[in-house]
């Protein structure tokens, strides 16, 4: 089962701190109660000249009015085993990235034209990084 979202928004910061919990049910109100526990906290990049870099937790948060045009979607998917990822995509760019827990997955298109996705194991001390997909330019 998959969802996706779209958010159409005025974006003003360079960078999104999107963070996501896991809980055993919803309120009448929304609000998450029963058991609760932190999923992921996560940086995504708004800012197109981000986009390229692999690590922007040192980069600042800072307003920007030049990425407002930024149409932003946000993907949800469960499989049959309850696992949960999601997908954030700058559609106006066509940047995105995955999320699962304790990993997180980059499609990069590689100086000599191959496109290549790589997943980096976030909850090892070393961040394992792995080969998930390779497609050669035709």
Same mark, same amino acid.
């Given at each position: #089962? *998959? ?6 928004? @005025? %974006? ?8 996501? =919990?896991?809980?055993?049910? =919803?309120?009448? +109100? ?5 058991? %609760? /526990?932190?999923?992921? $906290?996560?940086?995504?990049?708004? $800012? ?20 407002? *045009?930024?149409? %932003?979607?946000? /993907?949800?998917?469960? +499989?049959?085993?309850?696992? !949960?990822a999601v997908k954030i995509a700058?559609? @106006?760019?066509?940047?995105?990235q995955w999320y699962e827990p304790? *990993? %997180? ?6 100086d000599d034209g191959n496109l ?5 194991? /976030? *909850? #090892?001390? $070393?961040?394992?990084?792995? !080969? ?7």
């Open positions: #089962m *998959s969802c996706g979202v779209p958010r159409i928004a @005025a %974006i003003a910061h360079n960078i999104g701190h999107f963070r996501y =919990l896991e809980c055993a049910r =919803l309120a009448e +109100d929304g609000r998450p109660v029963g058991e %609760i /526990t932190d999923w992921d $906290d996560i940086r995504f990049p708004f $800012d197109p000249n981000l986009q390229d870099r692999a690590d922007i937790a040192s980069v600042a948060v800072v307003r920007t009015p030049g990425t407002k *045009s930024s149409v %932003i979607e946000e /993907t949800y998917t469960c +499989d049959s085993s309850g696992n !949960l700058d559609k @106006a760019t066509g940047y995105d304790e *990993s %997180i997955s980059y499609k990069v298109r590689a290549y996705i790589l997943r980096q194991k /976030t *909850s #090892m001390p $070393d961040g394992t990084w792995e !080969l998930v997909s390779f497609r050669q330019q035709c």
